[in-house]
Structures are given as C-alpha cells and as structure tokens.
C-alpha cells in the first residue's frame, strides 16, 4: 500500500489552491482526480470529441460534462484536470458583504476574506472586458438597464480570462484564431488572449481562458505535487494511528488501488464531495459518525436562463466571451428578491464543426475545404437569440442522500436529491420577471422556460453545500477550516462546504475559503 502525506480528492477551486500552498511548503502532495488531463487539440471545442462524462461507465466514457438529473433538479459538472474551472463562464467575482452577514461559522467574514479574495485575483489573472470590445449582448445589457432606469446597477464583470487590448471587432477575420498574442504566466504556462471565438465552455482554444491548469496546478507541479487522473475514489477508511486509507479505481489501468495518507483533503465539489462521504457513512459503513447535517442545507444558487428573440437585432450570442455583464438587483429592492442578471453566450458548434471538417487533410487546400472554412467562419444561426442569464439568493431546500434502486432493493447505493422548489420560488420567480422586463424594454420576445412555469425544474452548474461549514457538528459537517468534525485529518475544502446561495458565480469565493483554509494550518 502506497503512503501519502497529504492527499487530495479533486483539483477544482478548492483541491488546486489545497495542492499549490500546501506543495509551495514543501509538503509531499498527491492530487487524484476522476476525469483526463486535457490538452487543447482534445477540447471538445477543438476535436469535437468527448462530450460527456458517464458516472456509471467512467472508465469508457470519461469526457468533459458530467450532466446528472435528480428529476425536479439537474446539475452540470465538469471532469479533468482542474475540475470546474474547466466548463465555468470565466466569472471571477465577489459577492457583497451582506452575503456574509449570516449562516457562517463566526471566523467568515467578507473582511477575513478580502486578502483572499485579492490573491485569487492575482493568480487567475483576473480582468475586465475592455471597452471597445463590448459585445452586442453587453451593449444590449447596458441599454435595458438605461431604460428601466437602473442604470446604476449596470457593471462589466471581472473574468479570468486574458484580453488583449488591440483586438477590436473590426479586424480582418476578427475571430480567427490568429489574432490571439502569445504570452507566458506567472507560472511559466504559455497561453494566448482572447479572440472573443464563444468556446470558453467547451475549452478555450487559445487558451486564454485562465484555468486551474494553467496557473494553481501548475504551481503545484513546479513545486513537486504529483497529479493524477483517471482516478475515481470510492472510500475512506480511518486506521490506528491516525492515518486515513483510500479505495481509489483507476480508470486507465481497470484496476482498484489503496492508498495510505496521513491527511486527505476531499475536493470533488458540491456533488462528489457530499456523495463520497455520504457512502462512507451510509453505505461502507466506514465514517459513521459524520455529522447527520451531511447532505443537507443544498442550494442550486438560483441559477436561470430565459432566452429572448430580436428579430431585427444581431446579437451575436456565439462570439464573445460567455458572460460579460450583469445587472445587479443583489440589495432585495425587487420585493425583496435578491438576484443578478447576466448576459449569456453559447459555444458556435456549427462553425467549430465546420471548421474542423475544412482542416481535415483530406480536405485542406480543396474548394470544398475552402468553403466549409468560409461558412464556419460565417456561421451564426442564433444571431437574434438573447440568452438572459442570472443567479439568485435562494434557500437551501436541498438534501441529498443514498436510496436503493428498484431493481436491487437490498443496495443502497444511488445518490438522490430532495429538492423543494419553493425555497428558490421567490429568488427565482424575481430573475425571470426581471428577465422578461428587460426584454420587453428593448424590444425583443422572451418566455419564461415551461419546465419552470409548468413543474418547476431547474439546472444549475453551480451547486453549493451538502457539506456544509459551521461552529458545531449539529450544525455543519466541517468547521471554518474544512476539517470534517470527528475525523481529525479529515477535511473537505471545496462548493460542498458553502453553507448558503451567494446569487452570483460561486468560483472565486470558493477559492478564497481555500485560501483561508491553507492559512489556517500554518
């Protein structure tokens, strides 16, 4: 059995931060994480490949989205190598100090975080949307804040994303890939800058997106953390002594291994992180006196999208960064609705796949391959379509647990979310009014979405809690550090542990508490 001093399950925001402070002090890390290392010929943007991630077949398809559907409630997730930061929307921000007002252990506050809060900026090399390349869906914003009246709320968002201040639409070919300056990081990574191409879900093929791979974990790297995908952990096991063992599958070799660690820190956000736990309780019998909080105090963070048409307006939603605006109603002067609007975009897999098709070899220099080129470039099939999107304090009306499946009722092994939908009605409802209104002011024709009129269900890529921090263990399952009560040498550093909706896009506060975290154990 192989021994580790720390180990790491996962590499998103709070397993990458874990894995670069703790390796820059020269402590012995190992970072195991479920999905692939992604090159940027793999992208799905790029190879168009690898779409999706298979919980129940991960060793045969272990692609980029995991999309899981717990009915009333579903959860996009991203798989490889810096977890999250792989499919999010760029959106490095912080959310206002109100937020922190209630529901956290006593030493979270917005001014314990702000150092934090600043450091995570500096790593991502988080930036704005400079003015001259403000996007039509960004000017659109602008506009329906100006006529309600609320212009004031208008704001460009910080991204972690690398502009280059010469690029301008007007450029020949504005959006080729060529327009995209080589530059190096603070991390020794090269990357590229933003050609406003719309991939930034599907994996930016410049690489000017500022992903975990290239700047926390490459830290790490540098400074001796050993990374490895393609491994899924299945349990935890405490032994005399102290020392925790891991039952990990690697999914490249088809083989189960265990490790030995003297501290293991579980990383796999929101979903993994509370589903691994709640097997070792509730099924391998293994953590049994994890907190009965587990699983519970959930929010979706009252993520919604309404799409909205404008028959003689280009709006352009495949070029551009994803998101670049917003609206801020965070203060509850909407009834006492709390949200924040956004712009959204949409990858152009048309033209990518077009793209792609006109650079086979068979095809390059042909007619043919001149013209499929052309037409990818020319693409944009949803050049009026608005994609009004937003987050929204909701309340924490989620619970998962473990049930039986009904073809094997003896096993107790399916992970399921209860979701009360009327603890995020109020936040929800508020953003899709809001939505309608906005569309409405500027001309175009929208439809709050029938699976939310009608029954209720919502997506969310940003799922908060299951793990939730706290001062006692009646009330959360890790304290203000991420150690999981109980289990000293436990801990859980990641969106699991967030113990409320922050109404706006969770990754850089989830980052801080990592920061804070690692500054804890000095």
């Known amino acids: 059995m192989e021994s580790i001093n720390t180990l790491i399950i996962g590499s998103g925001f709070g397993g990458s931060v874990m ?19 992604w090159r940027p010929e793999d992208y799905p943007s790029v190879s ?49 100090a109100q ?38 869906r960004t000017r659109l914003m602008h506009e329906s804040a100006d006529k309600l009246g609320h212009g004031h709320r208008f704001r460009v968002v910080p991204q972690a994303v690398t502009f280059d201040p010469d690029w301008h639409a007007g ?38 997106k500022n992903t975990l791979d290239l700047n926390y974990l490459a830290r790490a790297e540098e400074k001796g953390a050993d990374v490895r995908p393609l491994q899924q952990v299945r349990w935890i096991r405490p032994l005399e002594g102290g020392d925790y063992e891991v039952g990990v599958r690697d999914l490249d070799a088809g083989a189960w291994r265990r490790l030995r660690a003297r501290r293991v820190i579980v990383a796999a956000g929101s979903v993994g992180s509370t589903e691994l736990l709640l097997r070792c ?20 963070n009252g993520d919604f999208m309404t799409p909205a048409f404008y028959p003689d307006r280009d709006i352009a939603p495949t070029r551009g960064p994803t998101i670049t605006s917003a609206i801020d109603y965070l203060d509850g002067s909407d009834g006492g609705a709390r949200y924040f609007v956004e712009d959204g975009g949409i990858p152009d897999l048309l033209g990518n796949w077009l793209d792609r098709a ?31 999107f937003g987050q929204a304090i909701d309340g924490p009306g989620g619970e998962f647990s473990l049930a039986r499946r009904w073809y094997a009722p003896w096993k107790k092994d399916r992970l399921r979310l209860k979701w009360d939908y009327r603890f995020a009605e109020k936040a929800v409802q508020g953003l899709a009014n809001r939505h309608l209104r906005l569309t409405e002011a500027t001309g175009g024709r929208a439809m709050t979405p029938a699976t939310w009129r009608w029954f209720r269900n919502l997506v969310t890529p940003h799922p908060l809690g299951g793990c939730n921090m706290a001062d006692t ?30 109404g706006l896009n969770p990754s850089r506060t989830i980052a801080a508490l990592a920061e804070h975290a690692a500054a804890c154990w000095r």
């Open 171 to 208: 450029l020949d070919d504005a959006f080729d890939y060529r327009h995209s300056k080589p530059w190096t990081n603070d991390q020794g990574q090269r990357q590229g800058t933003c050609v406003h191409c719309g991939n930034c879900d599907l994996g930016c093929p410049v690489q000017a």
């Open 48 to 96: 168009q490949d690898h779409w999706f991630w298979d919980e129940d077949e991960p060793e045969r398809q272990n692609g980029w989205l995991d999309f899981r559907y717990f009915g009333d409630m579903s959860i996009a997730l991203g798989a490889g190598v810096g977890g999250g930061s792989l499919i999010y929307a760029n959106v490095s921000i912080e959310p206002p």
């Open 19 to 37: 894995a670069c402070r703790l390796a820059e002090r020269g402590e012995p890390v190992v970072v195991l994480e479920r999905g692939r290392r």
């Open 358 to 388: 006109g650079r086979h070899p068979r095809l390059a220099r042909t007619r043919l391959g001149a013209a499929l080129l052309e037409y990818g470039r020319d693409s944009n099939p949803f050049a009026g379509m608005m994609l009004w």
């Open 281 to 300: 309780r509730d099924q391998y019998k293994t953590l049994p006196r994890l907190s009965r909080a587990l699983g519970r105090g959930w929010t979706s």
């Open 99 to 136: 937020v922190f007002e209630r529901g956290w252990p006593e030493a979270i506050s917005h001014a314990a975080l702000k150092p934090h809060y600043r450091t995570v900026g500096r790593m991502l090399n988080v930036q704005s949307l400079p003015d001259r390349q403000w996007t039509p």
């Open 473 to 502: 263990v009646k009330q959360g399952v890790v304290n203000h550090a991420g150690e999981v009560f109980n289990y000293p040498g436990l801990y859980v550093v990641d969106g699991a542990t967030v113990p409320r909706a922050l």
